[in-house]
């Protein structure tokens, strides 16, 4: 067989604008990692071009910018059917597709150039509820010679919920490969956070579902001296609801944060701090398989930094106990609890956290597993 070692990657999740490539890891690992197998990638992402989504992808990548319309319209499917069925490459070995319109787009360019389309799953369907997305999603699914989860305990619920059985898939976590040591920054002086204070921080969609309110309530009866930190990306949202939530701020206690940061700035930010939240509420199957597939809490394993995280049985987080990542609350009242413990062992659980993340949660491991059956796929068709 002729390969031409030649891949199409379609990156178009929920949003591209506010979730660019280069936040997550469980896409752009992948693209990297296939890049380093030398395969030569076309990508096409629907986010405004910069130069640190540049900086992080290899020479042999080929990035094409799409501009996403104002609006969608019901006419949306049919005008990406005619921009991509007739593609003007049609020299692909595979297509890869995430997101909803992802896997749309990437089952037109795979019947195009004849060749296997592997479907990469971020979101459950049921998070954007029963839209005409939803049921192309699942219509394309169908064509997918392999699904790639981002957790095990995730794959037979969304195949339920996309009607599939018998697919083959693969498990990549999403795991930020990150390089250490960090960017050393001092952020007691660049937020003006007191000197012998000490931070935690919570990084993500500021909202109910993410238990803002709970986190800010328990602040009051945290031990002396130290801070919460919230960063979001989100400034117009978080403000109006920042505002909302007033009367539950501890004076000179919180800091607010809403400078985009690149992502060597985040993980400085991420690994100085003592601790790292990551709380949901149980509002259905999106969390309730949240798993390995937290972004916030494993970009805090990753950079060496203990986690307080939700007890729901539900949410598949008992890892933390297990291995000693962090404290696992369930109350607000537990939360106090949880930093006076991180504090006073926090170098313990920074060992521990890289150590599970070298090992146990090992990308380059999980990466192996895939490629064989990638290869298979591929040698096959």
Not at 160 to 175: G, I, R
Request: net charge positive; proline share 6%.
């Amino acid at each position: 067989m002729n390969i031409k070692k030649k891949i199409a990657f379609i990156y178009h999740p929920q949003d591209p604008k506010l979730r660019r490539l280069e936040s997550m890891p469980f896409a752009l690992n992948t693209i990297v990692s296939l890049a380093k197998m030398g395969w030569n990638i076309d990508l096409y992402l629907w986010e405004e071009p910069s130069n640190s989504c540049q900086d992080l992808l290899p020479d042999t990548i080929n990035i094409r910018y799409f501009r996403e319309p104002l609006r969608f319209n019901r006419l949306r499917p049919f005008q990406l059917q005619l921009q991509f069925q007739f593609s003007w490459q049609k020299s692909y070995d595979c297509i890869f597709g995430l997101g909803q319109i992802g896997a749309y787009i990437a089952n037109i360019i795979a019947k195009s150039n004849q060749c296997p389309f592997i479907y990469l799953n971020d979101e459950f369907p049921c998070s954007f509820g029963n839209t005409r997305w939803t049921r192309l999603e699942q219509q394309s699914v169908k064509n997918a010679a392999m699904v790639v989860v981002l957790d095990s305990v995730r794959f037979s619920p969304l195949c339920e919920e996309l009607d599939v059985s018998n697919k083959p898939y693969a498990v990549l976590p999403n795991t930020s490969i990150i390089k250490h040591p960090l960017e050393k920054i001092n952020w007691h002086k660049k937020l003006q956070i007191p000197r012998d204070y000490t931070p935690f921080l919570y990084a993500g969609s500021i909202a109910d579902w993410a238990q803002t309110p709970e986190l800010l309530f328990s602040l009051a009866y945290w031990p002396e001296k130290t801070i919460l930190i919230l960063h979001s990306a989100y400034k117009q949202k978080v403000e109006k609801y920042r505002q909302q939530l007033s009367h539950l701020e501890v004076p000179g206690r919180v800091i607010w944060s809403y400078e985009p940061m690149p992502e060597s700035h985040l993980n400085s930010l991420v690994a100085y701090c003592a601790g790292n939240f990551a709380l949901y509420r149980n509002f259905g199957r999106p969390v309730e398989y949240l798993g390995l597939s937290s972004g916030k809490l494993l970009r805090s394993l990753a950079c060496g930094s203990p986690v307080i995280a939700s007890k729901d049985s539900m949410l598949y987080l008992s890892f933390v106990k297990d291995y000693q990542l962090g404290v696992l609350v369930n109350h607000p009242s537990e939360i106090p609890f949880a930093v006076k413990e991180i504090i006073n062992n926090r170098k313990d659980y920074s060992s521990r956290c890289l150590d599970f993340c070298q090992t146990t949660l090992s990308f380059e491991k999980a990466w192996q597993i895939f490629y064989e059956k990638f290869e298979k796929i591929i040698k096959t068709d």
